[in-house]
């Protein structure tokens, strides 16, 4: 499919089931892949928030009283749509972010995992009974919020909006998502696809756009809780707005990852792990591998690893970078090292792939001799580069790592359980890995960061999320079977 014969040359609201013409003001959406114009997306503001959350709050009465082994059913049916429009699916990713098609099947999949286990609700949410003195009773069960919102980055357009969709709603929410203005048009099939598969309208709202349409989620007080996944910048700005019209907020941020090699790594299986950590999506994961810090003598791996790196190949199994802006930064942080003393061992720069001249690439970079104090270093590069920092022991990769501002993941290669779970014990990250670059844990475990990568609690996926999109409700109960009934007392 040619990025020209893309099906939806307009974004378009999606509110009480319905795709709507707004009037708005619209950007452009680019291909990364050949940056040509692929469609076009709306800014909405306060009123359209307004209508979506009117119509979220219709829904909603019906919606939460419907027992959740009915809602359910919905998602068991939404699963097969998934997987019957899997490649149609993946196209989309594909033409709207970039990522190889091979990238773009294994998003798609994800979502499927998540829906699964969205579908999995109903065995892990059953509420407690205790009789708790004679006639007694005390039960707890989770109800729903009401009206909730979900705000996504560009760089999962089908995944991250099932990070919290399925789970938000089965639980029996109505849901507004707000999807990366970047990449808005899977969404558009996530709502064709629902609606399809059942759900009533109003349950499910999109409404489209950047800062001022995020301001409005944040503010509008029928918005009982707001999800945000992407850059740390905007998390906070999102955590502290939200949070200061009381309500629940989760804001998940960028990441640094670091990847501490100590020199009894499996060579081969260390290298491949850690090229395919840095430039998977481009390096464009929160999960990727940014920093390697090799303990003592590991040049043996950062020989392997070069090899690796030079067999990934822009246009072949590396995709593009989302923008001409990314691009920049990405080829600015490796100038900035070099000018500081970092020895560029494979260079990515001026990368370009013959008959899209006009996309986005960045080849995959490994530097090394990166110091702690450099840019490349603390920041996020979120390209497909990995900077190698070398430390004298393991206590000093451990500083390293616990001295990021972030801390989504970390991992330590090595054969040695004991140096492994030290690792795992002193590592500042929500998420660890150990032997593996790209430590996401699946379904039924939880996503979620540690320090400036996550704010709020609760993780935004797997059974911690439940906490989140629901409040508890706890009911006394006195039957006292030997008691008259007498009507007048
Ligand atoms: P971003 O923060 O620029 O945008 C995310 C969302 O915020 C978008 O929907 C966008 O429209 C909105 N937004 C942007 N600027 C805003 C502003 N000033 N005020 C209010 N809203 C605003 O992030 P991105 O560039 O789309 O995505 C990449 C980032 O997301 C990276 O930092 C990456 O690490 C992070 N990310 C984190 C996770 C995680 O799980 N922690 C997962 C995926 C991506």
Redesign the pocket.
Known sequence: METETIKYPEVKNYVDGHFLSNGHQNLEVFSPIDGKVISHVPLSGMKDVDAAVAAGEKAFPAWSAMPIKERVQIFYRYRTLLEKHREELATLVHKENGKTMGESYAEVDKSIELTEFACSLPQLVAGETMEVSKGVECRIERAPLGVVGF??????PNM?PH?AVPNAIVLGNSMIL??????PISAIRMAELLKEAGLPDGVFNLVH???????AM?DHPGIKALA????????K??YK?ATSSLKRCLA????KNHLIVLPDAHTEMTASNVAASMSGCAG????AAAAMVGVGDIDHIVDKLCEEAKKIVVGENLGSV?SKEAKERIEAYINEAEKAGAKILVDGRNATVEGNEGGYYVGSTVIDYVTPDMAIAKE?V?GPVISIIRAKDLDEAIDIENSSDYG?AAAVFTQSGGLARYVMEKASAGMIGVNIGVPVPREPFS???WNE??FGTCD?TGKSSIEFWTQLKKTTTKWNPEARTNWMS
């Open positions: 705000i996504t980055p560009f760089n999962f991250v990070w707000k999807p990366s203005e970047i990449v756009g950047d800062r001022e349409v995020v301001e944040c945000f996944v992407g850059s740390t910048r905007v998390a700005i999102v707005r998940l941020g960028g990441a464009q994961r929160c999960m989302i996020e979120f989504n996503f979620g960061g990568s996550k935004i």
